[in-house]
């Protein structure tokens, strides 16, 4: 799931710098659930949450974006009831 969103959905994002942060802390991560690693996931995990919020705050000049927001969102929430 969090390979697709990356891919996706990050990947069609126009706010460049929001692209970049996400897809950081999107491999952070996946990296961290692979390594079996609760803990560190559990905090990547609220940093992918601040980036999606940091970039829905730039939506004005994104407008585009809000659907893929809304989709990594909701991929965070799921990945988030897995790991707790």
Known sequence: AIADAATRNVGVMSNGAARGSLL????????????????RAMAALGRAHAAVEAAQQQLNNNLGDAPDLAAIELVLIQVDLAVK
């Open 24 to 39: 950081t802390e999107l491999a952070a991560v996946a990296e961290a659930i692979g390594s079996g690693k609760v803990t």
